[in-house]
């Protein structure tokens, strides 16, 4: 049996990445109904808020689901451990920042942990610490990004190669064939963000729905490289804003405003693109439908086990013809 599946007691060795402050339990329940992880991103929400949420996904599922709490993003990170714990949540994933101090504390609660990084060397201390899971985070992913600016072409074989533990691909998978691509890397599943928003399962406004469609393979840019806050995001009016702030040499508290999750909620929730930005990875060039999630999972597994028959034929014509 694959090996996330079996953690993570799932259908399809899928996860959904973390969304923030604009998560959302409909579609976060949504990817679990469908056989996936669905995931709750904490962000810089309050305790009260998250928990809110938790509560609405047991309403909504009650499969698993994550609750993803990036460390040195959140300013209520032990208030968030502790709902972790008070809820029975089956996993959480730990990103922006090092997670090796705190795992053993969900691990003594029988919670799985999940640990997104960038780096080889980052994920050998996660599963030093005792994580379940890498996920590994190409620089193709929408979002908060390393500035190790490692691709999940070239991640995910070293990760493969340097732990022992399941690795997940995340960054630039958004159909079968990069769920396929994912497997022949070495990762044991992959997770998405930006392919889960545009679905018919997604309460993110339309303005945000139709850049992901309308985008191109160049329709996303990067920001912050010059005050050490790197992000990924799709192109509007508000990025373009972005640069010319960083060219005049924005100061890095001003530039950390600019890009605060309630710009995030402008840009996705209420599509107010001059206004705010909305997070896009590279993947938003080959998105040209909106499924519904339980028909992209599905569709996914399907368009894999064809590319993997595919190649394989392939290959073995190429032995034959060598003989």
Do not use: W
């Not at 469908?34 to 309050?46: D, E, F």
């Not at 990084?117 to 193709?140: L, N, R």
């Not at 339980?294 to 073995?316: H, S």
């Amino acid at each position: 049996m694959n090996r996330i599946c079996e953690l993570l007691s799932i259908s399809y060795p899928v996860i959904q990445g973390g969304m923030g402050n604009i998560s959302s339990s409909e579609l976060a329940s949504a990817v679990s109904n469908a056989g996936g992880l669905g995931t709750i991103g904490a962000g810089t929400m309050s305790p009260d808020e998250v928990e809110k949420l938790i509560l609405d996904m047991k309403v909504r599922t009650s499969l698993p689901y994550a609750v993803n709490i990036p460390i040195n993003v959140t300013p209520y990170f032990k208030e968030m451990c502790e709902l972790v714990v008070k809820h029975n949540v089956k996993a959480v994933s730990l990103s922006a920042g090092n997670p090796s101090p705190y795992i053993p504390y969900f691990k003594e609660h029988g919670i799985k942990v999940i640990c997104v990084t960038a780096s080889v060397k980052h994920a050998m201390k996660a599963e030093h610490a005792g994580a379940d899971i890498i996920v590994g985070e190409g620089f193709e992913a929408a979002g908060i990004n390393s500035a190790l600016e490692l691709t999940t072409l070239t991640l995910i074989p070293q990760l493969k190669a340097s732990v022992s533990i399941p690795v997940v691909a995340a960054g630039g998978v958004g159909d079968g064939k990069g769920l396929a691509a994912a497997f022949v890397l070495g990762a044991e599943g992959v997770q998405m963000g930006t392919r889960l928003v545009a679905t018919k399962d997604s309460p993110y406004h339309s303005h945000y729905l139709d850049q992901i469609l309308q985008s191109s393979d160049i329709g996303t840019v990067v920001v912050g490289r010059s005050v050490g806050q790197v992000r990924r995001l799709l192109k509007t009016p508000y990025t373009t804003m972005l640069e010319e702030a960083e060219n005049n040499g924005v100061h890095p508290n001003d530039f950390a405003k600019m890009t605060g999750e309630d710009k995030h909620i402008i840009g996705a929730i209420e599509g107010r693109l001059e206004e705010g930005f909305i997070n896009g990875g590279q993947v938003s060039g080959l998105i040209d439908s909106l499924p519904t999630v339980e028909e992209l999972l599905v569709t996914m597994m399907r368009e894999a086990m064809e590319a993997l028959e595919y190649q394989t034929a392939q290959l073995n014509s190429f032995k034959q013809t060598n003989k």
